[in-house]
């Protein structure tokens, strides 16, 4: 399955190398106009990611702590 994120690739790809318009290449692509607009507003959780590590977040029941701030040490 190719995602809402490789397919703004894909359209602004297309925008580049082709004359083309927004709505040409989403035509092209086969997503709606919409999904290519679409700007993330969600925070980075790069720091949550790296203090759980990879079995708390697959694993939630193996919390190991409170979660501390970047500068807390």
Excluded: F
């Excluded at 290519?36 to 959780?45: C, I, L, Q």
């Excluded at 190991?64 to 040490?73: H, L, R, Y």
């Amino acid at each position: 399955m190719i995602t809402p994120v490789t397919t703004r690739h894909m359209v602004r790809h297309m925008q580049e190398v082709l004359p083309l318009s927004k709505r040409r290449a989403c035509a092209l692509v086969g997503v709606a106009r919409h999904v290519a607009r679409y700007v993330s507003a969600g925070a980075d959780d790069a720091v949550l990611r790296h203090q759980y590590g990879p079995c708390e977040m697959q694993h939630p029941s193996c919390h190991s702590g409170p979660i501390k701030s970047p500068g807390d040490d």
